[in-house]
């Protein structure tokens, strides 16, 4: 494929955009570790929420979406949105509570809520195994798309895609810290969405499509149309797997980076930024709405015509018989559709793909930084640092973890599994995440039976190549687990008393699981409530059922509108509208500092 001079020009300047931001930002941002990798603390919500979008917007994001529709149909995606669920409750129950810890990184609020040896244990080897491990898979998933974008429309081999990819995003995150990231996260953000709007518009039109109105009425497509399964027609290992599975266990039982059950990684840094803790609600709550209701179906309807051009794996062998067989797997399907584009259009949609995979490069990158600086070398190789020496050693990570995830991108073959693997990784940690926050007696000694219980279920899984479908790996994974944690919660000797009234005075977290704590405290003459306290619980667990019921009816409305079904599409509209005003009051009950 060749792109003319237009699409080299539309590319170059957005690199060059990119590189400026980083440059003009990076005067003020290595200043101090704040600075560097929180922006201040000084972030409004709007420019928050839009770098969280950014970032999920990967390249193996359609690619990802892609492969779902194509074997399961559009409710496959139900493995994704369900997380909806874990995202309202990070909205409306935890955001505020991360803002108000005033910790550095979300790894250090180990040592915030632990105490002793296994506190500081646990920080510094979460530190080391989600900076380094779980952040380097992501980052190669994300780089493995870019190598399969970049040859199909590129004709690049996979390290040229690579290293051309990897040093733009490099120079400008090096230099420019926080603030360069969310700053190019909102101009690269536009770039992918008028990318994928405008790829979906001209792939409709193809000759082979013929419109969206022939396209849903084909045979071969119809059959993929649903949003909810068919219990009469669908095998119940699929409708489990991908649709009951997630709804009511995996949304809160995995830990998932951008989905981590009560908040975790890039979210919480962005959190942590805020002005204060309205914007960081805000932010997350922009985040969730733009992230499951406007990105999705621009990719669905691209990935339904690509069952009309290239139905099978073997088409798309056929078609790009140069590539290696180990990329051409069902999420190839994306790119190969965006090879029918025009000169330009094709320009603005493989910058807007560039852009979506340095939106996340950029993020997990500077993410993974700060953890290994504040909660590795500051914490435990070099405690006098200066901030100074703080933000070169953060820059030099920064390299080096870019680097290792190019490496790693070179032995994987496709988006589905690493998702699938970091979800049983992850299996069973999620319950311990929610409540650690309101339960007194979940301890260090708890996190590290559930982490450990957790991945090596996983392993087993993996290295006995398990028979057992996914859904019931997952459940296993589950019930060890929690069964683990919880035990080993009730029998170890609890979090030190001092440092639980500490965390309980700054946090005010509410609810009846510090009830002991606080009893103790208040026979001792201590008081630790703010005068004037009231716990919102009940209209914060309010408000994320209407966000939840808000969204998930935006998503079926956008594609009943696409599928001219208009009846339903406006039914669901008024739903959505209904709850959205139940969480504008709900809002009002809440208490923000």
């Given at each position: 494929m060749h792109?003319?001079?237009?699409?080299?020009?539309?590319?170059?300047a957005?690199?060059?955009?990119?590189?400026?931001?980083?440059?003009?930002?990076?005067?003020?941002?290595?200043?101090d570790?704040?600075s560097?990798?929180?922006?201040?603390?000084?972030m409004p919500?709007?420019?928050?929420?839009t770098?969280m979008v950014?970032?999920?917007?990967?390249?193996?994001?359609?690619?990802?979406?892609?492969?779902?529709v194509?074997?399961?149909?559009?409710?496959g995606?139900?493995v994704?949105?369900?997380?909806?669920?874990?995202?309202?409750?990070?909205?409306?129950?935890?955001a505020?509570?991360?803002?108000?810890?005033e910790?550095?990184?979300?790894?250090?609020?180990?040592?915030?809520?632990?105490s002793?040896?296994?506190?500081?244990?646990?920080?510094?080897?979460?530190a080391v195994?989600?900076?380094?491990?779980?952040n380097?898979?992501?980052?190669?998933?994300?780089?493995l798309?870019?190598?399969?974008?970049?040859?199909?429309?590129?004709?690049?081999?996979?390290?040229?895609?690579i290293?051309?990819?990897?040093?733009?995003?490099?120079?400008?995150?090096?230099?420019?810290?926080?603030?360069?990231?969310?700053?190019?996260d909102?101009v690269?953000?536009?770039?992918?969405m008028?990318?994928?709007?405008?790829?979906?518009?001209?792939?409709?039109?193809?000759?082979?499509?013929?419109?969206?109105?022939?396209?849903?009425?084909r045979?071969?497509?119809?059959?993929?149309?649903?949003?909810?399964?068919?219990?009469s027609?669908v095998?119940?290992?699929v409708?489990?797997?991908?649709?009951?599975l997630?709804?009511?266990?995996q949304?809160?039982?995995?830990?998932?980076?951008?989905?981590?059950?009560?908040?975790?990684?890039?979210?919480?840094?962005?959190?942590?930024?805020?002005?204060?803790?309205?914007?960081?609600v805000?932010?997350?709550l922009?985040f969730?709405?733009?992230?499951?209701?406007?990105?999705?179906?621009?990719?669905?309807?691209?990935?339904?015509?690509?069952?009309?051009?290239?139905?099978?794996v073997?088409?798309?062998?056929?078609?790009f018989?140069?590539?290696?067989?180990?990329?051409?797997?069902?999420?190839?399907?994306?790119?190969?559709?965006?090879?029918r584009l025009p000169?330009?259009?094709?320009?603005i949609?493989?910058?807007?793909?560039?852009?979506a995979?340095?939106?996340?490069?950029?993020?997990?990158?500077?993410?993974?930084?700060?953890?290994?600086?504040?909660?590795v070398?500051?914490?435990?190789?070099?405690?006098?640092?200066?901030?100074?020496?703080?933000?070169?050693?953060?820059?030099?990570?920064?390299?080096?973890?870019?680097?290792v995830?190019?490496?790693?991108?070179l032995l994987?073959?496709?988006?589905?599994?690493?998702?699938?693997?970091?979800?049983?990784i992850?299996?069973?940690?999620?319950?311990?995440?929610?409540?650690?926050?309101f339960?007194?007696?979940?301890?260090?000694?708890?996190?590290?039976?559930?982490m450990?219980?957790s991945f090596?279920?996983?392993l087993w899984?993996?290295?006995?190549?398990?028979?057992l479908?996914?859904?019931?790996?997952?459940?296993?994974?589950?019930?060890?687990?929690?069964v683990?944690w919880?035990?080993?919660?009730?029998?170890?000797?609890?979090?030190d008393?001092?440092?639980?009234?500490?965390?309980y005075?700054?946090?005010?977290?509410?609810?009846?699981?510090w009830?002991?704590?606080?009893?103790?405290?208040?026979?001792?003459?201590?008081?630790?409530?703010?005068t004037?306290?009231?716990?919102?619980?009940?209209?914060?667990?309010m408000?994320?059922?209407a966000?939840?019921?808000?969204?998930?009816?935006l998503?079926f409305a956008g594609?009943?509108?696409?599928?001219?079904?208009?009846?339903?599409a406006?039914?669901?509209?008024?739903?959505?509208?209904?709850?959205g005003?139940?969480?504008?009051?709900?809002?009002?009950?809440?208490?923000?500092?």
């Amino acid at each position: 494929m060749h792109l003319t001079g237009l699409d080299w020009f539309i590319m170059a300047a957005a690199f060059a955009v990119y590189l400026g931001i980083g440059l003009f930002v990076g005067r003020t941002a290595g200043k101090d570790y704040d600075s560097y990798f929180l922006s201040g603390r000084s972030m409004p919500w709007w420019l928050l929420g839009t770098s969280m979008v950014a970032t999920t917007f990967a390249t193996d994001t359609p690619n990802l979406v892609a492969g779902i529709v194509r074997q399961d149909g559009v409710f496959g995606n139900w493995v994704w949105w369900a997380f909806l669920l874990t995202g309202s409750t990070t909205v409306f129950l935890y955001a505020k509570l991360w803002r108000r810890s005033e910790v550095l990184t979300d790894i250090q609020f180990y040592e915030l809520r632990y105490s002793g040896r296994p506190a500081a244990f646990l920080r510094g080897f979460r530190a080391v195994y989600l900076g380094v491990f779980f952040n380097v898979i992501i980052m190669a998933n994300v780089t493995l798309a870019a190598v399969k974008i970049g040859s199909v429309l590129l004709g690049l081999t996979p390290l040229q895609s690579i290293t051309i990819a990897a040093v733009v995003t490099l120079a400008y995150s090096m230099v420019g810290g926080l603030t360069g990231v969310l700053l190019t996260d909102l101009v690269q953000f536009v770039i992918a969405m008028i990318g994928s709007v405008g790829a979906a518009w001209y792939v409709l039109g193809l000759p082979e499509v013929g419109g969206l109105q022939k396209l849903v009425a084909r045979p071969e497509v119809a059959s993929h149309l649903a949003m909810i399964p068919d219990f009469s027609t669908v095998s119940p290992d699929v409708i489990l797997g991908v649709f009951l599975l997630p709804l009511l266990v995996q949304w809160w039982s995995a830990y998932y980076p951008g989905a981590e059950p009560g908040g975790g990684g890039y979210v919480v840094q962005r959190i942590l930024a805020a002005k204060n803790e309205n914007h960081a609600v805000g932010a997350t709550l922009f985040f969730n709405v733009m992230h499951y209701a406007l990105r999705p179906w621009p990719w669905i309807l691209v990935a339904l015509a690509s069952l009309v051009v290239y139905p099978t794996v073997d088409s798309l062998r056929q078609a790009f018989p140069a590539l290696d067989p180990q990329y051409v797997q069902h999420d190839l399907a994306y790119p190969a559709m965006l090879t029918r584009l025009p000169a330009g259009l094709l320009g603005i949609v493989v910058t807007s793909l560039i852009a979506a995979y340095m939106s996340t490069m950029s993020t997990q990158v500077n993410w993974g930084s700060s953890v290994l600086v504040n909660d590795v070398y500051r914490r435990f190789m070099n405690p006098a640092a200066t901030e100074s020496q703080l933000v070169w050693v953060g820059r030099l990570v920064t390299a080096g973890l870019m680097v290792v995830a190019c490496g790693v991108a070179l032995l994987l073959r496709d988006a589905l599994s690493s998702f699938n693997l970091l979800l049983q990784i992850g299996a069973g940690t999620g319950l311990l995440l929610l409540l650690r926050w309101f339960w007194w007696r979940i301890n260090a000694a708890a996190e590290i039976t559930a982490m450990a219980v957790s991945f090596f279920m996983a392993l087993w899984f993996f290295v006995q190549a398990s028979p057992l479908p996914g859904w019931q790996q997952m459940l296993w994974g589950v019930g060890a687990t929690t069964v683990a944690w919880i035990g080993v919660a009730l029998v170890t000797p609890p979090t030190d008393e001092g440092r639980l009234r500490e965390f309980y005075r700054r946090i005010q977290p509410g609810g009846p699981g510090w009830a002991p704590v606080l009893a103790r405290a208040e026979r001792e003459g201590v008081h630790l409530r703010e005068t004037g306290f009231r716990s919102d619980l009940p209209p914060a667990l309010m408000a994320a059922a209407a966000a939840t019921l808000a969204v998930w009816s935006l998503i079926f409305a956008g594609g009943y509108l696409l599928y001219g079904q208009y009846g339903a599409a406006f039914g669901l509209l008024a739903v959505s509208t209904i709850g959205g005003f139940i969480v504008a009051r709900c809002w009002r009950k809440m208490s923000f500092r």
